[in-house]
């Protein structure tokens, strides 16, 4: 038998404590530099956000339900508001899906949004290092509007 | 008993690709670029590897042998050449001292560099983290720099 390197429960507190992260950071854009500011061939931050939601329940109901559907990034928020209302509101659905995915389904494979054929396990560590790069790519637009992006490693709920 | 939901020969190989990735942004940029660039409070990109470099190896010698000595960020690399040895170097000493780690330990803590007491898999968790965050500044640093970054999802090694 093999000991577990993290158990499933843990998992899902280290990529909450992500969201927690990803939701400050959100929080720290003045509501128009959101929508607005963006490097040359990048995305603003909005649209950043806009990915992972539209990746993160998505997927996880695909995963889930057995289901293949493609996603779509076109998510309608427009206001600062409302994409922290989306984001909260994704929290309790991410935990309650990803908690109904059988242990012994993680080393599967599955075929997400019917496009990246892999193990279960690695369509949630993409979820989790997507996040990571975009909200890091957040951190610097943060820095180049003159504000200070909050601590990497707090990870605790507002 | 619980299903591992990933094997430590896994975990090693995910963070061996985002390591390849990871060399992949290095070389991207150009050489005088690399140590200068950065945003106003910000790092060079030659920093931030420098600082990811500082992490990996040291931080498995601190786990492996139990020493708890402070990081130092400050490594005398100086050329892109010199800093893509260094990356390279370390990428054998990490799979080696990663795989004498017992699966055993992860759940367990150890105070990473006499400063952060967490269980092992959390430390290892942060190495990837860290350098997913700062590899995705270095993505932005690049298109300001109107230059390409490499695809996110290629983990392949060069």
Redesign the interface.
């Known amino acids: 038998?093999?000991?577990?390197?993290?158990?499933?429960h843990?998992?899902l507190t280290?990529w909450l404590g992500?969201r927690n992260l990803t939701r400050r950071v959100i929080e720290k854009f003045p509501e128009d530099q959101l929508f607005t500011f963006h490097?040359?061939?990048?995305r603003t931050f909005a649209d950043l956000i806009k990915e992972l939601l539209s990746l993160a329940v998505p997927g996880l109901e695909g995963i889930v339900h057995q289901e293949t559907k493609p996603y779509d990034h076109d998510l309608p928020y427009n206001t600062k508001e409302a994409l922290l209302q989306a984001w909260d509101e994704a929290t309790p659905q991410i935990e309650k899906l990803f908690l109904q995915i059988p242990?012994?389904r993680?080393?599967e494979d599955y075929n997400l949004f019917g496009q990246y054929n892999f193990p279960i396990?690695?369509n949630i560590?993409?979820f989790?290092?997507?996040e990571?790069?975009?909200?890091?790519?957040g951190?610097?637009?943060l820095?180049?509007l003159?504000i200070?992006p909050p601590f990497?490693?707090d990870r605790e709920k507002n």
Chains 1, 2 share one sequence.
């Open positions: 038998m093999s000991t577990s390197l993290i158990s499933k843990d998992l280290h992500h490097v040359e061939n990048m242990e012994e993680f080393p396990i690695y560590l993409y989790i290092d997507n990571v790069h975009h909200r890091g790519q951190f610097v637009y820095r180049m003159g200070e990497f490693w």
